[in-house]
Nanobody
């Protein structure tokens, strides 16, 4: 079974920093794109940042210049460094990854999600 486990969330004051981690485990052949999403209360889940297997990145406009996504392919881990945090960054942050596995002698590419980690920015 494939699992994505996030860590690093918490409570931080405005202007502070946090680093989120998401580690994939299980019978993984390879990992394609990885990404971070977030969902604030009463709002839809939205893409925060994404990174390809080759290291190409993209960011949502509200976080450009403040957040940095990176990955360690050997550790099957994606990170999100969040600096200059704002109250409006408060949300549950979810890790997402496109992962190849072998099931029943077939190679599959499926979307996987972590359980989410709470980030609260408050004075």
């Amino acid at each position: 079974q494939v699992q994505l486990v996030e860590s690093g969330g918490g409570l931080v004051q405005p202007g502070g920093s946090l680093r989120l981690s998401c580690a994939a485990s299980g019978s993984i052949v390879s990992i394609n794109d990885m990404a971070w999403y977030r969902q604030a209360p009463g709002k839809q889940r939205e893409l925060v940042a994404g990174i390809t297997s080759g290291g190409g990145t993209n960011y949502a406009d509200p976080v450009k210049g403040r957040f940095t996504i990176s990955r360690d392919n050997a550790k099957k881990t994606v990170y999100l460094q969040m600096n200059s945090l704002k109250v409006e960054d408060t949300a549950v942050y979810y890790c997402n990854a496109q992962i190849r596995t072998i099931k029943g002698f077939q190679l599959r590419l499926d979307d996987y999600w972590g359980q989410g980690t709470q980030v609260t920015v408050s004075a």
